[in-house]
């Protein structure tokens, strides 16, 4: 029993949360204020050299959670993903599991009402398998304004 507790809860956290912060895919429809932008990367391009096949793994929870400290800073309540570029290693015509290199930008924003405001989190592993196969993460832009 107590597996299946902690298993239920696992499944209903929330699926992205950066530092407290959600990470949404769209800006939302209710008011906000945007208070800048902020950007996390982690790992390095690969660039041809001997040294790529000692490339580290980079994970996206962990660029999510630079991302939260970034936002947190700023003030937001919430971050809106603006830029996602992920670079893979590929040797033999095999690519690696997970990307190499992870470089995200975001608008830092503060809900006026979060509790009332419905949004469309992103999930880090989710995104990290579209980019793993070529599926895009559909964004949408806006232009620099305080709000709608």
Request: glycine share 8%.
């Amino acid at each position: 029993m107590r597996r299946a507790l902690v298993l239920s809860i696992a499944l209903f956290a929330p699926p992205a949360m950066a530092d407290g912060l959600p990470v949404l895919s769209a800006y939302p429809g209710c008011d906000y204020e945007r208070l800048g932008t902020v950007a996390a990367r982690d790992g390095r391009r690969p660039d041809g050299s001997a040294d790529d096949a000692r490339l580290r793994m980079v994970d996206y929870g962990r660029t999510f959670e630079r991302l939260g400290v970034a936002g947190a800073e700023r003030g937001a309540n919430a971050l809106v993903v603006n830029l996602h570029e992920a670079a893979f290693y590929t040797t033999g015509g095999r690519r690696s599991a997970r990307p190499v290199y992870l470089s995200m930008t975001a608008a830092a924003i503060r809900l006026r009402d979060p509790a009332a405001c419905a949004v469309a989190v992103i999930d880090p592993d989710a995104l990290q398998q579209r980019a793993l196969h070529g599926e895009l993460q559909p964004i949408t832009l806006e232009p620099w304004s305080s709000g709608p």
